[in-house]
């Protein structure tokens, strides 16, 4: 069965420290999505993609990155970790017009 | 800007009841989406239910149900003969044809046996 995954599970970093979150479907879509979710917002969109080579920024995009090499994977690069950074991390993906699927998500705590 | 909002923090019904949850939002666009998904306390995002704006037939997904009002701009999700399996968080989203997804902030829902 096709499925987006997501690793690590739980990280726990430092302030300054760079870390990339992994994001991996296997249903061949072109729309790869990245939000943040804490407590009184929802989820918010990071960054997005629509093919490879494709990036483009959301709502709180800064302080991220992300680079779209394939169609499979879009990892999500924290530059210099924050303790705003704290929170938890979920990639979906898509096809145009359809359903976004959800990874189970990453959490992430900056020290 | 397009915006969803969800006026309801929590909410609680009696097991086997049935309760609605509220969902505005705010779009120039006349060809969108809306979607009401479920969080669970395992995190998982879960899709309940869709629903294209050009369809003026009311979305059903078994004992869940929308109420959709394109002109108010309104899309309340009613959840019939609930369960203890319902209690989780539950977000509204819109989606336009750009295929982003706007969240509202979620609605908390209690489930009492």
């Known amino acids: 069965d096709a499925e987006i995954t997501q690793s690590p599970r739980h990280k726990i970093t430092e302030t300054g420290r760079q870390v990339t979150l992994a994001c991996h479907q296997t249903w061949n879509h072109n729309n790869m999505f990245w939000y943040r979710q804490d407590l009184g917002h929802g989820l918010r969109l990071i960054h997005y993609s629509y093919g490879v080579q494709d990036t483009n920024k959301g709502e709180v995009s800064d302080g991220y990155s992300v680079s779209r090499s394939n169609t499979e994977d879009l990892p999500l690069t924290l530059e210099s970790a924050a303790s705003s950074q704290t929170s938890v991390y979920f990639c979906?993906?898509?096809?145009?017009?359809?359903?976004?699927?959800f990874g189970p998500g990453t959490r992430l705590l900056v020290l | 800007a397009q915006t969803v909002t969800q006026s309801q923090p929590e909410m609680s019904v009696q097991e086997a009841e049935t309760v609605t949850l509220s969902c505005t939002y705010d779009?120039?666009?006349?060809?969108?989406?809306l979607f009401w998904y479920k969080q669970p306390p395992s995190r998982q995002m879960i899709l309940v239910i869709r629903?294209?704006?050009?369809?003026?037939q009311n979305a059903t997904e078994n004992r869940f149900s929308v109420n959709f009002q394109k002109a108010a701009k309104s899309f309340s999700l009613k959840i019939s003969d609930s369960q203890l399996g319902d209690a989780a968080m539950y977000f509204c989203?819109?989606?336009?044809?750009?295929?982003?997804?706007?969240f509202g902030k979620g609605t908390r829902l209690h489930i009492l046996p």
């Open positions: 979906a993906s898509s096809e145009g017009g359809e359903t976004q699927y």
């Open positions: 989203a819109h989606m336009n044809r750009d295929d982003k997804i706007i």
């Open positions: 779009t120039s666009e006349s060809d969108y989406y």
């Open positions: 629903q294209e704006a050009y369809k003026q």
